[in-house]
């Protein structure tokens, strides 16, 4: 019902930016502007962590205390895209990043759930490697 991908990541130094972008496209009856979009990362051996949430309207975030002031999440509703602006990167922010929506029904093969909003569809990833 819902395909996700991701663009933007790259290798960047401590203390820089990059933003990374996520285009939904969507099957009919799933509607993408009551749905929550999210962005989660991934390292090697760990769980999957949620990074940062929008709602459909795009009125409320929700951001992970460990990128809050460097991170900003936003979406366009018209293009169906979901971007996540990245500043003041760290070589702790390195990992795997992927888009995420929110899906209520079904059994997904991955569920991850952040700010109490179950994710169910995935983007493949796209790598940000930040280096000291």
């Known amino acids: 019902q819902v395909q996700l991908v991701e663009s933007g990541g790259g290798s960047v130094q401590a203390g820089g930016s990059l933003r990374l972008s996520c285009a939904a496209s969507v099957a009919f009856r799933y509607s993408l502007t009551i749905s929550y979009m999210g962005w989660f990362r991934q390292t090697p051996g760990k769980e999957r962590e949620g990074v940062a949430s929008?709602?459909?309207?795009?009125?409320?975030?929700n951001l992970a205390d460990s990128v809050k002031g460097r991170f900003t999440i936003s979406r366009d509703k018209d293009k169906n895209t979901v971007y996540l602006q990245m500043d003041s990167l760290k070589p702790e922010d390195t990992a795997m990043y992927y888009c995420?929506?929110?899906?209520?029904?079904?059994?997904?093969?991955?569920?991850?759930?952040?700010?109490?909003?179950?994710?169910?569809?995935w983007g493949p990833g796209t790598q940000v490697t930040v280096s000291s």
């Open positions: 929008i709602n459909g309207l795009g009125s409320v975030t």
């Open positions: 995420a929506a929110e899906r209520v029904t079904g059994s997904p093969s991955y569920v991850g759930n952040y700010g109490g909003i179950r994710f169910g569809y």
